[in-house]
């Protein structure tokens, strides 16, 4: 019984430890998860950013004819690029929609040089009919830039939502299923300990009475401890009653023979004395 209580408690801790892995492994995913989605929302802004950046200073080129514009437009031109591909690289999912989204921030920035050009080296009127023509210019190219950009956002930002949501529910259920585990092991452990405590002491404390009985001086060799279980304790009070036994058997044979001895001695003394008053 002993071994079964012992195997229940190791049963039960080997499923508790398999329980903390499970979770714990369940929580590093969607904590990747979300982290993963948290990047790609972060290279997305970054996109974003960038490609008002570039707007913004192909506009300034038309308005002030300042040709350091198209630089800073290729330097932010490039910028978004690179986190557009962060972020195809990250999240397979919208991988197609990145790339039109790259495609269609290269027309617009070639639409916005056309226009600048075209502002310095024709006038405003030329300009203004590059930034306004249909399809191919600086406008629309923005407008349709603007609306694939922002589907993709509005589609990756409801993924970071949910991967959020998971996690959060997942941590959730783990603080509330680690509590009542932890309380159903701990009632388990009180409960085996229980048992074994009132298994084994009963019948400790009956030898422990035994024995004192016996450093006393009370010599009641005919006393048993009443106990019949068949495990190790049972065995060990079944063999200190036998040695009760085997003493008890030992000093009935003392006694007997020292009354035989002492039977003895009388009739010697008896015949000692007979010879004595003869001699007389």
Not at 173 to 191: D, K
Request: contains cysteine; charged residues 20%; hydrophobic residues 45%.
């Amino acid at each position: 019984s002993l071994i079964i209580i012992a195997a229940c408690l190791t049963l039960a801790n080997a499923i508790f430890v398999y329980s903390l892995w499970h979770a714990f492994n369940s929580i590093n995913q969607n904590l990747s998860e979300a982290a993963r989605q948290q990047a790609v929302a972060d290279h997305l802004s970054e996109a974003r950013f960038h490609i008002v950046e570039i707007q913004q200073f192909l506009t300034d080129v038309g308005a002030t004819h300042d040709e350091g514009g198209f630089t800073e437009a290729r330097d932010n031109l490039e910028a978004g690029i690179n986190n557009l591909a962060k972020a195809a690289e990250l999240d397979n999912g919208h991988r197609t929609q990145l790339e039109a989204v790259k495609k269609q921030v290269k027309i617009m920035h070639d639409a916005g040089v056309k226009m600048g050009w075209d502002y310095i080296k024709y006038g405003i009127e030329a300009g203004n009919r590059s930034m306004k023509a249909p399809e191919v210019g600086l406008d629309d190219t923005v407008d349709r830039l603007t609306d694939e950009l922002k589907a993709l956002m509005v589609a990756q930002n409801k993924e970071l939502t949910y991967a959020q949501q998971k996690l959060s529910g997942e941590l959730e259920n783990f603080s509330l299923s680690r509590i009542v585990f932890a309380f159903v092991l701990l009632l388990l452990v009180i409960v085996s300990l229980s048992l074994i405590y009132f298994k084994i002491e009963p019948p400790l404390s009956a030898l422990k009475n035994s024995l004192i009985k016996l450093k006393n001086g009370g010599g009641d060799l005919s006393s048993q401890i009443p106990y019949d279980g068949k495990d190790e304790i049972g065995e060990i009070v079944g063999l200190f009653n036998s040695f009760l036994s085997i003493l008890r058997n030992l000093l009935h044979d003392i006694v007997q023979e020292t009354e035989q001895l002492v039977t003895s001695s009388n009739r010697l003394s008896v015949i000692s004395r007979s010879s004595q008053q003869e001699i007389q």
